[in-house]
């Protein structure tokens, strides 16, 4: 389900829900997850089976929910896999890779 104001640019989304104001960038993936308001994802990423806050910006060729040591070591990840992503967590990854 895509909200309204989305931008989808050449990328799959699937069995996802996108709120509105998202973008997502070409050659990105989106799948099993959901994107809460006022979120970008950059050129080449993938998304899966996670939430992202509101105002998320994730850089261009990030990876979620495809390596679940480093999702651990990133972000929040429930018991089910699900991974959890705050704009915060994004900052401080960026910060120290």
């Not at 309204?4 to 990328?11: F, K």
């Not at 829900?17 to 973008?23: D, I, K, P």
């Not at 993936?29 to 998304?47: D, H, W």
């Not at 972000?75 to 990854?93: I, K, N, Y």
Request: aromatic letters at 4%; one cysteine or more; a negative charge.
């Amino acid at each position: 389900i895509v909200s309204g104001a989305c931008i989808i640019s050449g990328e799959v989304v699937n069995q996802s829900l996108l709120f509105s104001n998202v973008r997502v960038d070409e050659r990105s993936s989106v799948y099993r997850s959901v994107i809460l308001p006022n979120v970008k994802i950059g050129t080449g990423c993938t998304i899966r089976k996670a939430i992202l806050d509101e105002g998320c910006e994730v850089p261009d060729g990030m990876q979620i929910g495809v390596d679940s040591g480093a999702d651990a070591a990133r972000f929040h990840v429930t018991e089910g896999g699900v991974v959890l992503v705050t704009p915060e967590m994004l900052q401080r990854s960026i910060a120290t890779a």
